[in-house]
């Protein structure tokens, strides 16, 4: 009986996801199922929340699975039951969606933090919330190569509402009301599933398509240069971020993670010649000049510092995803 | 008859000042009912929007008086009647009461500016709509001379909450939905009336005080350097942005307008030697703090490009208060 040999005062580690359905909540649910701690405190329970209470994971702790509005402020409060000490709010209304709704965009992703301020309030101890903004709320294009005190000038109402959303939840964390750390993810490749109807969707389909033996569109030149992560490393980085010291951070509270700057050639420099046949060059001028605005590139010198993992190579992030993804992608589509 | 004279479709320049009945609000509309039209348009009607009904100014055009809350949509839709070519939105939770009352400050500097944009939304054509940010809204202190593209990394509730409102200002301006300036306005010196509680009320009272023969404590050091704009130069710069080409603003619509960087030992020195004496050197540690975090130089390039007048030294501050002000103040004090 360990647990009771460590004493009745146990430090707890209660964990709620906020859009635990999706990609990457998924992912770090399993992960935290997996390894049943986090920085060695054994987690006591974990809430999964999501527009439908997402599938549970196998755990050793206690999984409780939510559906609701995250822009509820009485929704938001059940998935952060009392002895909350981490909130991982990853729930977002993507770019191509927050563009085409403007309502569900500010609804969700402006709002919806809000809720989760106003939550986390009630909590007797601030707890540690993971935000994860987006390379979509800074500017700059193709030429850029952006210090960390860029300033966020979006594009794009996705992006604005992540950058309003930052300064909100930096505030609270002034205010001890929580204690943030806003990470602005790089593009994540590969995702697994199928092309879909995003500007950026190719980035990860000009690699997983040939993989699977499928022909893919490439919009742009070979020479466009954009910044990348793997899914691996994305989690990696919201797990360090649940548990490091977050006092050297003072009121900034934002991370541009040291991501992979590459061009699209090199990402199709990883494949066999026969999977790089499938890749037929498409120009696309619309798609071009949606992604053509996002910065290519970020020194990401604070964050290295902070102890923030580099992304490893293209071979490296080709690797994971056949390891994790390919044979469910391939399942999943019917190949 | 010469209006019937011009034909039918006359150009129409319907105003709303959200915030009608504060200090600014009130100068914009005094100075649009002395000269009756807005860059040659002829203004058809005026609504003074404040939490009271403000008094109303004596034009020569309708003027409407409404009370309501800036945080509702219907209130605010109701302040901008079909026709509105013009929002002046200057409703705020200023810093002191913004860090006092989180919830009131989100309320009003966030929330009231999510209803103006619902508001402007409804009309047929995007009105233009002016919005008051901070120099508040930047961190930096005294060695700071901040470039144009200086990230806004507030260390007060009230400068977080204007930085995240113009992110979504700007982003309603790239939609189409309104088409917006926000100017982050300077300390804004000699304001009338008699000492508060904000941390830099004291930039004023050092120069207020002694004109009307009062004593006034000075907490920070002679050599303390900040960035102000008189009251005239701040309605001025509203008016330029009231009527200029904002096309050249591109997606960035956020102006650090050039006011004047100065020392308080400069600014007494515009007294006679009689006032100065009237200046008690007290030092406060906790105000020289909070006023200490804020920028005391900005380098205003872009602004000077775009036709905003850079501000006078301190003697024409000094002069245009005793134009203004003075008597009304002393009136008012009962001095």
Known sequence: MAWRAAGGNLPRMQITILGGGGFLGRRFAERLAAQGHLGGTPVTGLVLFDLAAPKPV????PVTCLGGDVASVTDVAAAIPPGTALVVHLAAVVSAAAEADFDLGLRVNLQGTLAVIEACRKLAAPPRVL???SVASFGGGQAALLPDDARQV?????????AAAELLLQDASRKGFLDAV????PTVIVRPGRPN??????????LREPLLGLETPLPVEDGFRVWVCSPRRAVDWLFHAATMDTAPLGVDRGINPPGLAVSVGE????????????????PDPAIAAIV?????EFAATRARALGF???EGVPEILAAFRADDLDATRADRGL
């Open 267 to 282: 990402m199709l420099a990883a494949l066999s010649p026969a999977e790089r046949a499938l890749v037929k060059r498409e």
């Open 292 to 296: 053509g605005g996002w910065p290519a």
């Open 182 to 185: 806003s990470i602005r993810l």
């Open 58 to 61: 196998e755990a050793p702790f």
């Open 197 to 206: 109807k995003a500007a950026s969707s190719f980035f990860s389909a000009i």
């Open 131 to 133: 935000f994860t903004s």
């Open 309 to 311: 993992a580099p992304q």
């Open 154 to 162: 979006p594009t794009n109402s996705y992006g604005a509402q992540k």
